[in-house]
């Protein structure tokens, strides 16, 4: 492809071609850093338990808007399985731009970034602070990212008012989604006792399985709320089970099952520990139970941030953006509790964490248009 390339997706090839594979950053928060530091950026590096952070603002005092991403990518497992080599960020004829990360999401790593130096150089002196944060540990448990820059930032008595990140929402057309909140997560590791024995002696035993399967079922046909304005009803989830030797003669006399929660703002972990324990005792199951909270439900239901976004969006695309907290959970569920109103908006999102990952080039173009239309009425 010979067309000239615009900032954005320049930036964006770059960032692909490092394989910047989850904690790793691989120098993709150098570029971003040296492209803020052009325009007057102050940034700074955080670093905590293998992750690095990338914080970069300019201006200061409030209004407080930042941007929010991350640079680490899921693996592409079978490389010899795409179609195009997944860190070589080809562009095909049609302007579509090939590589793990063009769409979650690097693409938009770049538009945001690309949005604030559009930003500040049309308005060197303009109120508040803006800026960015990246971490290279978003795809994984988060140590040392998000969450940590987080506690630097209340520290620093550096609260945002708004924070919009950057994941791809849209559904099928570019500017058709917004995420306005995202649903909480709450994973158990249970594990139900019995007692192994001899298969052929079922009077000597006390099989674990059983008794599993007994739990599995209360919890997965427990209606666990109705739902809320905003959230579709909580939903449980089996997401993995190890039982058992693997001889066919021994009954297990444990049984372990990791099972997570996607709950609403109706419901919590204590609602959710609550019932789940009642139904053990009902049941008179002998289980350890362990909690890991992972997000607690987040919602914006309108303000500034979300009229400034609605009207860039309409304005670059002709879209109408629908409101959905559908989904997995973002960096944005670290970020809410400091009371900031946190919106996500990015590119289309069918092809992420897949095999030929790709995104246009044209609607990172128009992503980085909507960011900066965003900016400028939030700071008119």
Known sequence: MTKLLSKTATLAVSLIQKPSITPNDLGCQDLVRARLESVNFKCLTLKDSGTENLLALHGEGSPFFLFLGHTDVVSPVDESAWTIPPFDALIDDNGVLHGRGSQDMKGSDAAMTEALVSFVEKHKNHKGTVGIL??????????????????????????????????????????????????????????????????????????????????????????????????????????????????????????????????????????????????????????????????EPFITKGGELLDSLEKAIEAVTGNKAQLSTAGGTSDGRFVAPLGTKVVEFGPVSNLIHKVNEAVELDSLDKLHEVYVKTLEDLYR
């Not at 998000?146 to 924070?163: A, G, M, S």
């Not at 209360?218 to 190890?242: A, C, H, M």
């Not at 003669?249 to 959710?272: E, H, Q, T």
């Open 134 to 295: 990246l971490t290279s540990n978003e795809e994984g448990d988060a140590k040392g990212g998000t969450p940590f820059v987080v506690e630097y930032l209340k520290k620093k008595n550096l609260i945002p008012d708004y924070c919009l990140v950057g994941e791809p929402s849209c559904v099928n057309t570019f500017g058709d989604t917004i995420k306005n909140g995202r649903r909480g997560s709450l994973t158990a590791h249970i594990t139900v006792n019995g007692v192994q024995g001899h298969v052929a002696y079922p009077d000597r035993c006390d099989n674990a399985a059983h008794h599993a399967g007994a739990l599995i079922s209360r919890l997965s046909s427990t209606k666990w709320d109705e739902g809320s304005k905003f959230f579709p009803p909580s939903s449980f989830q089996v997401t993995n089970i190890k039982c058992g030797t693997g001889a066919e003669n021994v009954v297990p006399g444990s049984c372990y099952i990791m099972c997570n929660w996607r709950f609403n703002d109706a419901l919590s972990k204590d609602k959710i520990s609550i019932e789940v324990e009642r139904i053990v005792r009902e049941l008179e199951l002998n289980c350890e139970i362990r909690y890991v909270l992972n997000g």
